[in-house]
Structure formats: structure tokens, C-alpha cells
């Protein structure tokens, strides 16, 4: 027996409790389950096991608690309950993740969904950890590589850092999520598919994500039908995973996608609880809940390791003051926004250079890189200010030498950001300041003092 076997009936014995606390279903309405016995031994946000009389178990989480009775909230349908049925109180939720789930796929109770066994390990993680006191965490940490030009220079992302993806739905987001998944420097990546339809997980792991991605992720997923319990908590099981490797002293990737289906089930879950929704149909319970998440992810303390976070917003018609949007620009250390105009247009990844930001600049950069960055986001200001001028043909060449550039250099950055070669930083800032120089020469801005000294600032050393 290897040391995962041993470990696992370890484990397996442990688990085994000597008495159980019973109670029994009394009553069933509006998907929620009435049950008495309990309501003096049970916490609320513990789980529960309701017997079916087909011999099966249905899981639960305790919403509500009364003098003379709990509410529960069942993780499916409540088809099949009955008057009467045992109901048996179960631990807290919690898993017990370890090196053998890498390259699996489980769903947000810990159970496999890929037709194999799935060994658990020693240490059991709780689904609502406290996120580590800021005085005692560790500072962000250097620039990662990712592959990818636009995140190499202009959005750089450090290792602790965590971002959001502000997108609408078919920009190209799943596509920019597999890029990280692939090539985003880290040691294990922590996937969350929150709320799918069901035929994309296939879809998603063999085709987007692929065997390569698929080596290092732990995917963790709630598809659509499923319900809000369970959905809500697929972000939290995720994570628990990504805070266990980050104990174990690893750098995980952590991926969520989306954080506005997380929202939209706990909306769900609040109401069930009797919460009004205040915030566009979103209960005040959102904000904390949604802060709490984020906070969890991160560096770690001292000599441990740190989780890097990239978080998917679903923005419908591009509307950023959207309650979940909105909250989460506040909370994240910088967001990426994904246009549909430019997915139109054929650029992919359709990022919005001037709308997106990364909190890890200045530091994350040079003097010399941030004089590329700022040169760059000038160029594009100038154009965007201009674009409607230039597409009706009223612009004229020789007018402005800075225009000049910008419209000169448009074609060339609309080019390196949809970039598909695989560049380190070095090399995409290397290839920034070379269509920096090009588009120079040939705005004709070769004579710099003709544009007086904010011309000479396009010079890129």
C-alpha cells in the first residue's frame, strides 16, 4: 500500500463518527425542506443527509433556524422526500484535496466526475476560510510570464496579484482563460466553472483547455442545472484547493469563471433565506460576500506560497456600474476589459487597452518599460480621440506629428495585441519599442523639434 493508500484509510477512520444526531423531514415547500430534531444541536451552514425511500441520500445546508424547527436547502430537486424521512447532521463542508487531484475533475462537493476514484488526502480545508489577516501577509511578488504580448507589457501580472476579466457573453473569454490555464507561469492552476451549460465542460477541457492545460488544473465545476447550492459553492471548494497548495508552499493560478453566476446563485440562496434584494435585484449580503471570496486569494503568509487570481464578470451591454462589476473593480488589483466592437473587428484577445488597468504598475515595470506603456496608451488616447475624424476622412497628414504617429502606429499595436507567437517580456517590450521607432520614421516625425517637446517624448530608447 503506497503512502496516498495508507493515508486515505488513515483518513477513512477518522471520519467515522461514534454517534449521530437525527431528525426527521417535516415538511417540504418551495424547493425547501422543514426539519425537526435538530434545530438544538445544528449550526447555521452546516450540511445535512436526507434519506430517500429509493435508499439514496440527498446533501443540504442548514439556511434557517427556529425554535421548533430548520430550514434546509437541498442540493437538488427535493423529488422524492417524504414526511418523515431521517435526516442525519454531517460535518461542516469541507474538503481534503492532495497531489493525486491534479489533472481531475470534480464537482464542488469533492467527488469525482471523471469515472475514476478519487483518493482524499490527510488535511481536511474548509469551504468558508477566513482570509489570512493583512498584517500577517506577504507582499506581492514579481512580473509573470504569460505568453502573451498585452499582458507582457501593458497588463503586466505579478504573482499574488488578482485581476478580473470584464466581458460580455461570445469576446473571446473562455479562449483567454485556456491562454492563462496554458501558459501563464505557475505551478498548479485551480479551474472554477461556475454555473456552465453542460456540454461545454467536455467542450472546454478537451478542446480549449487541452491535454497540456489539463496536466496542471484541477478542475472544479456546477453546471448550469444544477442548483444555486451547489453553484455557490463550486467558487468556495476552489478556493479551498488553491489555499491547500498554497499552504504546501506552490504558486497556483486560480481561475473562476464567473464570479456573476456565483452572485446570481447566491441571490437565489438569499432569497430562499428571506433576504430582500436592494442592489438591482442583488441582496446587501453580495458585498461582503463577494469581498470575503477575493480576499481569500492572494499571497500568502511568509514562507508559504501565493495565489494568483483571474476572475470572469459577465457585463451585459458593457455596463461596468452593474452591482457585481461594480463591486469587484473596487476589491481586485486590476481589471481587463474585453469589448465586443473589437471582436467584431476580428482582434482576439478583444481588449480594450484604455479601459483596462493593472494596479501592479508602476512597480511591476522598469522606467524605461513604463516609458513604453505610457507611450503607448498616449498613442492609442490620440487616436481613439481622433477616430471618428479619421474614418470620415477629415484628417489631414502633416497637421499634428503626434496624430500622425498614432495613426501610423495603430495598425502596427492592433497587430502585436492579437499576437499568437509565444514571447517572453524582454521580447514583447523589445518588439513595442521596434513599432514604437517604425511608426516614428514614418509619421515623417523624423525632425522632432518641428513638434515642439511633446514630440520629442515619442523618442523610445
Not at 493515508?7 to 477518522?14: E, L, R
Not at 483518493?119 to 482570509?131: C, R, S, T, Y
Request: net charge neutral; aromatic share 4%.
Amino acid at each position: 500500500m503506497g503512502e496516498v493508500g495508507f493515508m486515505q484509510v488513515v483518513k477513512s477512520i477518522g471520519s467515522v463518527d461514534m454517534a449521530r444526531w437525527i431528525g426527521r423531514v417535516s415538511g417540504v415547500e418551495n424547493g425547501l425542506v422543514d426539519v425537526r430534531g435538530l434545530q438544538g444541536v445544528a449550526c447555521q451552514g452546516d450540511q445535512v443527509e436526507i434519506s430517500l425511500r429509493s435508499g439514496s441520500q440527498l446533501v443540504g445546508e442548514v439556511l434557517r433556524l427556529q425554535e421548533d424547527k430548520m430550514i434546509v436547502l437541498p442540493e437538488a430537486d427535493p423529488d422524492g422526500i417524504a414526511l418523515g424521512n431521517r435526516v442525519v447532521l454531517a460535518r461542516k463542508a469541507s474538503i481534503a484535496p492532495n497531489e493525486a487531484w491534479i489533472g481531475r475533475i470534480i464537482d464542488p462537493m469533492g467527488r469525482p466526475l471523471d469515472g475514476r476514484a478519487l483518493p482524499q488526502g490527510a488535511k481536511e480545508m474548509p469551504l468558508k476560510a477566513l482570509p489570512i489577516p493583512p498584517a500577517e501577509r506577504s507582499l506581492l511578488g514579481s512580473r509573470l510570464e504569460t505568453g502573451m504580448g498585452v499582458f507582457n507589457t501593458m497588463l503586466p501580472i505579478v504573482k499574488g496579484q488578482r485581476i478580473g476579466l470584464f466581458a460580455g457573453s461570445g469576446v473571446g473569454k473562455s479562449s483567454l482563460l485556456a491562454s492563462f490555464a496554458t501558459q501563464l507561469e505557475a505551478d498548479i492552476v485551480v479551474l472554477a466553472l461556475i454555473g456552465e451549460r453542460g456540454r461545454e465542460l467536455a467542450e472546454f477541457v478537451q478542446n480549449v483547455l487541452g491535454p497540456e492545460g489539463l496536466a496542471r488544473t484541477i478542475v472544479v465545476t456546477a453546471t448550469a442545472d444544477q442548483s444555486p447550492l451547489l453553484r455557490r459553492q463550486c467558487a468556495w471548494t476552489a478556493m479551498a484547493v488553491a489555499e491547500y497548495f498554497r499552504e504546501a508552499g506552490q504558486h497556483v493560478l486560480l481561475l473562476a469563471d464567473s464570479l456573476t453566476r456565483f452572485a446570481e446563485a447566491h441571490r437565489e440562496v438569499a432569497v430562499a433565506t428571506g433576504e430582500l434584494p436592494t442592489m438591482r435585484g442583488y441582496p446587501p449580503s453580495l458585498s461582503h460576500l463577494l469581498m470575503s471570496l477575493c480576499e481569500r486569494a492572494g499571497p500568502g503568509r511568509a514562507g508559504s506560497g501565493v495565489i494568483t487570481a483571474v476572475f470572469s464578470v459577465l457585463v451585459a451591454g458593457s455596463d461596468m456600474d452593474e452591482p457585481v462589476a461594480d463591486i469587484l473593480r473596487g476589491v481586485l488589483d486590476g481589471h481587463t476589459v474585453l469589448e465586443r466592437e473589437i471582436a467584431e473587428r476580428g482582434r482576439y484577445p478583444a481588449i480594450n487597452i484604455l479601459r483596462s488597468i493593472s494596479r501592479s504598475l508602476p512597480a511591476a515595470a522598469s522606467e524605461a518599460e513604463n516609458q513604453v506603456i505610457w507611450e503607448v496608451r498616449h498613442m492609442l488616447s490620440l487616436y481613439e480621440k481622433s477616430q471618428l475624424m479619421i474614418e470620415a476622412g477629415l484628417y489631414e497628414t502633416g497637421r499634428n506629428v503626434e496624430l500622425d504617429a498614432a495613426v501610423a502606429v495603430w495598425p502596427e499595436l492592433e497587430a502585436f495585441f492579437a499576437l499568437k507567437e509565444r514571447l517572453t517580456a524582454q521580447q514583447s517590450f523589445d518588439k513595442l519599442r521596434l513599432i514604437l521607432r517604425k511608426a516614428k520614421g514614418n509619421s515623417g516625425g523624423g525632425d522632432a523639434a518641428r513638434g515642439g517637446p511633446r514630440a520629442q517624448r515619442l523618442a523610445v530608447s
